[in-house]
Each structure stands twice: as structure tokens, then as C-alpha cells.
């Protein structure tokens, strides 16, 4: 794979990674990805922005090949699908300094035992002149990390935005039309980005004053057309939920699927958008990726040895953990004997504190009286619902 020529000057040198499965041991990536770095060259100086992953060091020494020198590394995050590759470049280059925030800084000899005498903390809106490419370092913390920083290239109006606006998907190509990428972002947007919204709200904020022409994450294609994403980004943050219930569900021997069936045929009947998920099979991406919009949800468990089955407690972990603007939730399910499903479930979701709204849970196979109460709940949800905006 050759370096890629974005503009004069400015040329893509990252790693695909069309293998990869899995992120964090965690994360699942069915459609791979890439690392990407950059490498901006100056009439008196070179920089490469963010090295790649460990495991693909000859991807970038391929690219690099013909690079004499490289003045700085810009350290955008430490994480080390971007940091992997740093103590390959720091010894191809005697001369390189590495470039960070100061808490990068602290978290690159932390992480990969970087000499800290081969690194330079960069404040918020410093400049470097590399002769003709001025970058500007932007501070913007927790676009995955809390050490994180983004850097704007004048010439080209270009902005190198880390882990934000990327997405997990190995391609060849640097542009990718974004109808064929938001899937992929909206995704990459939940399972990385989500808990930290709040966050980086003031970033986006910062991102749009720059109006960028161009966008160039760490992760997935570019963006040529800066507005898709941008404007994608301001409606998952910032925009209230919609008319959505989210159903995980998991059954044992019937009695929860029954449940949920009713339930999701009285939400539609009432006009809620829902979706079910059955969580055995479920990639946990995809329910991330649902929960960018719900409005509610409605956890569905058999009880198993007192308590919700363990894949309704992974799903409710992730839910909490992940903070999405749900603000209604509640539980139904099946018991045999006894148990304490609703209350561990309703600890699980401390984080978010929705509105918990009346739980259905039945002994054994559901009766009329039990079709009734989900029936009763789904309207619930609807009322709700309507004082969304
Ligand atoms: Fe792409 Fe947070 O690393």
C-alpha cells in the first residue's frame, strides 16, 4: 500500500487493518479498520501526525521509506492503536520530538515508556511553522481519552480530529460517500464517543468556528463534505431522544419471548418505534448503536438463580456504562419462584437514572392478565413519549 496524496504537502501514510475483530477486547469491528496518520511536509520541517498500531509498524515503515526526516511527531492520543508505532518512528528519527498535551505527555511514558526528554507539551492554540504548513494544536479533551488534542492545518483548512468523527471500517479509498459511512460512524459514535458527550460538546463547538474543508480523523475515510458529519455528530449529542423503545430481551424456555412479542406489537400499535434484540445473538455494537436515539428502554429477562440473566446484565452495564439520553426504562420478564430481577436491574442503571415505569414480571407463562399490564405499559411509554420535545 502506497501513501496517499491528499494535497500539496499533505499526504496520508496510516495502516488498514482488514482483519481486525475486535477493539479493546471489546469492541467488535465487522468491518475492520484503519490507523491513520499523516504526514505534513513544510519547506524546513516535516511532521507526522499520530504513528499507528504496534501491530502494523511495517505498513508505516513502507510508507515512510523515502522520508529523510521527521522533525515532530503530533501525539494526538495515546491510545495505542496511534501511539503503537511511536518507538519505531523515535528510532528512525534521532532528531524527532514528539509533540502531545501534557497529560500525553505523562501518559506516553506511562503507556509505551516514551523518554520524557523526547517529548514536548504543546499548549492550547500553539502554532507550529514548518515553512509554508502552519499547524495549530487545539486541546480537546476526552475525544476518547482525557489527553486528546486535535490539530488545524491552515493552509487547506484542514483539521486532523483524532478519535472524533472516525469509524471503524477498512477501506482503500480516503473518501467514502458518507450515505455509505454514517452506519459505520453512528456506531463508532456510540461505542466511543457516547459516554463522553458531554464532554465534547465545547469540541465540536470549537470544531465548527474552524469550518474546516476538510476532516481527517484517526479512524475511517475522510470527510470532504465536513457539514454530514458535523451536523450528525450535533443531532447524536445534542438532540433530544425520539419516539423509540429499545427492546434486549433474552428468554429461556418462552414465557419472556411471548412478553416481548406482545409488547412490541402494543408499541407499535401505539405508534413507538421499537426494537428488539435478542441478546444471544446480538453484536453488542449494534445495541450500543440503538441506544444513540431511544427515548426508553424496556429490559426483557427470564430470572436465573434469583437475579436477570447474565446477558441482560452485560446489556444493562453497557447501557449505564455508555450513558445514552434514554429516559425512560423498565423491566419484563418471567420468574419461577421468586427472585430480585427488577431491583438488580434498576441498580444496574444507576448512571443514566431513567424514570423507571411499572415492571411486568410474571410467574411462569403469561396470562391475560399479564398480556394487559405490557399492554398498559406500552401506553405508558406513548404518553411518555409525546412530551419528548
Ligand atoms: Fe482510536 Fe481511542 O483510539
Known sequence: MKSRPICAGVSWVGAIDWDRRLFDS?????????YNAYLVQGSSATALLDAVDTSCVPSLHEHLAGVSSVDYLVSHHTEQDHSGAIPFVLEKYPSCTVLATQKGKDMLVDH????????????????????????????????????????????GRILFSCDLYGAHMATAELFVEFGKLEKAAKSY??????????????????????????????????????????????????????????????????????????????????????????????ELGELATSLVDAASVVVATPTVLAGPHPLAVTACYLANALKPKFKYASVIGSYG?????????????????????????????????????????????KEKHEGLE
Open 112 to 155: 509505551l515508556r516514551i523518554p520524557p526528554d523526547r517529548i514536548r507539551a504543546v499548549a492550547d492554540g500553539e502554532t507550529i511553522d514548518l515553512g509554508g504548513k502552519t499547524l495549530t494544536f487545539v486541546h480537546a479533551p476526552w475525544q476518547h481519552w482525557p489527553e486528546t488534542m486535535m490539530t488545524w492545518l491552515e493552509e
Open 26 to 34: 471489546l469492541i467488535p469491528l465487522p468491518h475492520g479498520t484503519t
Open 189 to 282: 459514535y456510540a461505542e466511543i464517543m457516547m459516554p463522553y458527550a458531554k464532554l465534547i460538546r465545547k469540541n465540536l463547538d470549537k470544531a465548527l468556528a474552524l469550518a474546516p474543508s476538510l476532516i481527517a480523523p484517526s479512524h475511517g475515510p475522510l470527510h470532504r463534505e465536513p457539514s454530514l458529519i458535523m451536523k450528525a455528530y450535533d443531532e447524536w449529542v445534542s438532540a433530544p431522544p425520539r419516539n423509540l423503545c429499545v427492546v434486549p430481551y433474552v428468554t429461556m424456555h418462552g414465557s419472556t419471548r411471548e412478553l416481548v412479542e406482545h409488547f412490541l406489537c402494543c408499541l407499535a400499535e401505539q405508534g413507538v418505534e421499537a426494537e428488539g434484540y435478542d441478546l444471544t445473538v446480538t
Open 337 to 381: 419462584w421468586g427472585g430480585t430481577t427488577v431491583n438488580q436491574i434498576t441498580s444496574l442503571l444507576s448512571t443514566v437514572k431513567p424514570e423507571f415505569l411499572e415492571p411486568v414480571m410474571v410467574k411462569g407463562y403469561p396470562k391475560a392478565s399479564d398480556y394487559a399490564a405490557v399492554e398498559a405499559l406500552a401506553k405508558t411509554i
